[in-house]
């Protein structure tokens, strides 16, 4: 597809699962954001990919949160040991370059 | 300490009529604006954006204006239509950082 694709749209897991979220950003572009949105707020900065590397990782709430991008374009968030409070819809973004982000329709995580 | 607020979470206006969305921001450093709409299960899009080098910035029925010294920014939609009815969030960034701050959102209501 043209767009930004994340999978799974929804996810319901228990309280001390593992989780991963898929991120497809728009062919060709190089940076990959990951941002989560929790209800009644606006997006919150998590981790921002340039190609295969980590270049900010300092939204990160802690260390059960984990994103790689391997290969430089598609993305996995890794959540370790989830919490209720994990609970969001997490957002992923592509942009060439600097340019204008792109954001797929989200993954909505409920932590039971 | 939210950076980025938009006090009004939502806002009725009539089909037709001008609305207007606020936005205020604390941090001095940031000096690239924009305005992001989202409907009900989608990912934000870009609507327009505004450099701190301007005070207005206009496309089509959507003009944002930048106001520095009271850090404020508003987003004008005229003549208002009822696909306009969506979450529009401003969100803000310094240009030595790529990180986007986002404020709550503001709920628009177009009515017929």
């Known amino acids: 597809g043209a767009g930004v694709s994340q999978t799974p749209s929804n996810k319901v897991t228990e309280k001390g699962k593992y989780v991963e979220l898929r991120c497809d950003p728009i062919?060709?572009?190089?940076?990959l954001y990951w941002y989560r949105q929790s209800l009644g707020q606006g997006p919150e900065f998590l981790i921002y990919?340039?190609?295969?590397?980590?270049?900010?990782d300092s939204g990160l709430p802690n260390d059960r949160f984990f994103a790689v991008r391997p290969e430089g374009s598609v993305s996995t968030l890794k959540i370790q040991r989830t919490e209720r409070g994990d609970s969001a819809v997490y957002l992923c973004?592509?942009?060439?370059?600097?340019?204008?982000?792109?954001f797929g329709e989200g993954s909505r995580l409920t932590v039971l | 300490d939210q950076q980025v607020k938009q006090n009004s979470p939502s806002l009725s206006v009539q089909e037709g009529r001008i609305s207007i969305l606020n936005c205020d921001y604390t941090?001095?450093?940031?000096?690239?604006f924009l305005w992001y709409k989202k409907y009900p299960a989608e990912g934000p899009t870009f609507l327009i954006s505004?450099?701190?080098i301007k005070d207005k910035n206009e496309d089509g029925r959507f003009t944002v204006f930048l106001n520095k010294s009271a850090k404020h920014l508003s987003l004008h939609i005229v003549p208002s239509q009822p696909g306009d009815s969506a979450v529009y969030f401003c969100?803000?960034?310094?240009?030595?950082?790529?990180?986007?701050?986002w404020g709550a959102g503001t709920k628009l209501i177009i009515k017929p």
């Open positions: 941090n001095s450093m940031f000096d690239y």
């Open positions: 990919f340039q190609g295969t590397g980590a270049a900010d």
């Open positions: 062919s060709g572009h190089t940076a």
């Open positions: 505004i450099s701190s």
């Open positions: 973004a592509s942009s060439l370059g600097a340019g204008e982000l792109f």
């Open positions: 969100a803000a960034s310094a240009t030595s950082n790529y990180q986007l701050i």
